[in-house]
């Protein structure tokens, strides 16, 4: 069966998260589009900064 992807979700401050995602798929984007969906549903703004990281994806959420 297919494994889940791993993720890692610490708080930086009260205004940024940063999520560290590993998966053999790779389908960080699905993940980036439901966030600004989120976002855009309750009318916040935000700013994701995507880098990579070894076997995966570092997304750094940031509320504006």
Same mark, same amino acid.
């Given at each position: 069966?297919?494994?889940?992807?791993?993720?890692? $979700?610490?708080?930086?401050?009260?205004?940024? &998260?940063? +999520?560290?995602?590993?998966?053999?798929?790779?389908?960080?984007? *699905?993940? =980036?589009?439901?966030?600004?969906? $989120?976002?855009?549903?309750?009318?916040?703004? &935000?700013? +994701?900064?995507?880098?990579?990281?070894?076997?995966?994806?570092? *997304?750094? =959420?940031?509320?504006?």
């Amino acid at each position: 069966g297919a494994e889940p992807p791993r993720l890692a $979700i610490s708080r930086i401050t009260p205004k940024e &998260v940063r +999520i560290d995602y590993t998966s053999p798929r790779q389908m960080i984007s *699905l993940g =980036i589009g439901i966030i600004n969906s $989120i976002a855009e549903h309750y009318k916040e703004k &935000v700013s +994701i900064n995507r880098s990579t990281i070894p076997g995966g994806t570092r *997304l750094t =959420i940031q509320k504006l």
